[in-house]
């Protein structure tokens, strides 16, 4: 059984940093598709980043340049490092892989 458990959610001001993580058990994320989406009040789920199997990554243009994707293979956990924050980062976000998704963990930004 594949589970994904997202952490690190908070609140936080604007300007401020977190960083998320998504472990997994049930199946290896090294050389996986990963990806970050988020949720906010009243609007659909929306994709944040990507991390691709060998290592390369992509973006979602609102958060280009503050947010980074990142995988630890020996701890099976990909990670989501989010600086720089705004406002209208608060969501609940998500990591999905091969059309697992997790729980979710709250993000909300203070202005």
């Known amino acids: 059984q594949v589970q994904l458990v997202e952490s690190g959610g908070g609140l936080v001001q604007a300007g401020d940093s977190l960083r998320l993580s998504c472990a997994a058990s049930?199946?290896?994320?090294?050389?996986?598709?990963t990806s970050w989406v988020r949720q906010a009040p009243g609007k659909e789920r929306e994709f944040v980043a990507r991390i691709f199997g060998g290592g390369a990554t992509t973006y979602a243009d609102s958060v280009e340049g503050r947010f980074t994707i990142s995988r630890d293979s020996t701890k099976n956990t990909v990670y989501l490092q989010m600086n720089s924050l705004k406002p209208e980062d608060t969501a609940v976000y998500y990591c999905?892989?091969?059309?697992?998704w997790g729980q979710g963990t709250q993000v909300t930004v203070s202005s």
């Open positions: 049930g199946r290896t994320l090294s050389g996986a598709i």
């Open positions: 999905g892989t091969s059309n697992y």
